[in-house]
């Protein structure tokens, strides 16, 4: 039984849309969620690996039937030139949610209005 950490070779067994289905070396099963497959936006799983393909995985997750959650994503090393700015860093986003979030609070104020003159 593989535990969780480990890392194991394995060959795709199934792609579906949501992620690909792995046969591992010691005979286990496990799924590797379309969100665990690559670092970068997959759209669609045979964009990145195919059926058949043997394929280094990371054992991030044991489910509560016995099987696997696994990971290619947990095994490629991160981008150091990509870096995506948080929100206090971004002035520009600061000032788009701000704006937001008071037409947000006007509305339901509006709202609110609306409802009690309609039942008072």
């Known amino acids: 039984m593989a535990?969780?950490?480990?890392?194991?070779?394995g060959t795709v067994a199934k792609i579906m849309p949501y992620g690909a289905f792995v046969d591992l070396d010691g005979g286990e099963k496990g799924l590797v969620?379309?969100?665990q497959v690559d670092r970068s936006y997959v759209q669609?799983?045979?964009?990145?690996i195919r059926e058949g393909e043997k394929v280094t995985v990371k054992v991030v997750?044991?489910?509560d039937d016995g099987r696997l959650d696994l990971s290619i994503k947990a095994l490629?090393?991160?981008?150091?030139?990509?870096?995506?700015?948080?929100?206090?860093?971004?002035?520009?986003?600061?000032?788009?949610?701000?704006?937001?979030?008071q037409r947000s609070n006007e509305r339901q104020a509006d709202i609110k209005r609306n409802v009690r003159n309609k039942l008072g």
Not at 3 to 9: H, L, N, Q, R, S
Request: charged content about 35%; aromatic content about 6%.
């Open 76 to 101: 490629q090393e991160p981008d150091p030139t990509e870096h995506r700015p948080t929100p206090k860093q971004d002035p520009e986003f600061e000032r788009m949610l701000k704006k937001f979030m």
């Open 44 to 48: 669609s799983v045979s964009d990145f």
């Open 33 to 35: 969620h379309i969100s």
């Open 3 to 9: 535990d969780v950490g480990e890392i194991i070779e």
């Open 61 to 63: 997750g044991i489910k």
